[in-house]
């Protein structure tokens, strides 16, 4: 696991270390468990028993890994029409536009949209069956 070291006497110095061991025993009193960390960057500066804070650092994505596509959108503005996923999404006149779209993962509540919808689009929640393009719709209090 990657790490970032700041010596005490030199505040302004990030050096890049990694976790090289972790001792599998705890001190209960202190709520801490001893971790030791190696210095990728030798400098003679550096001299035993130095006061040190290390921040533990996510480790690089691999190289390739994408970012998640699409948009996630409830899971209740995803309703079945001719047999297609469909989100009716709100125009600037308060109607309605039915739009297909590709669905992906189920993530809680919520669904993973990966074509047909954009961000920032509104969209209609638990929408009626009798609910068609072209239909004017209020926009719900969000206080309520």
């Known amino acids: 696991m990657p790490v970032e070291i700041v010596l005490n006497a030199y505040p ?3 050096i890049p270390g990694e976790v090289i061991a972790i001792i599998p025993t705890a001190d209960r009193g ?5 971790v030791r960390v190696a210095l990728k960057v030798k400098d003679p500066r550096v001299v035993p028993e130095m006061g040190v804070r290390v921040s533990f650092l996510e480790k690089a994505a691999p190289a390739g890994t994408a970012a998640p596509k699409g948009v996630r959108v409830p899971g209740a503005a995803i309703v079945q029409r001719d047999g297609k996923p469909t989100a009716f999404v709100l125009q600037a006149d308060n ?3 039915a739009q297909a779209v590709q669905t992906g993962a189920t993530l809680g509540k919520d669904k993973q949209v990966l074509s047909g ?3 920032g689009q509104t969209v209609v929640l638990d929408p009626p069956d009798a609910l068609k393009d072209g239909d004017k719709v209020a926009l719900a209090d969000a206080d309520k």
Do not use: E, S
Request: glycine residues 8%.
């Open 12 to 14: 302004d110095w990030k």
């Open 30 to 34: 202190k709520a801490t468990v001893k």
């Open 95 to 97: 109607t309605v536009r």
């Open 117 to 119: 919808l954009g961000v």
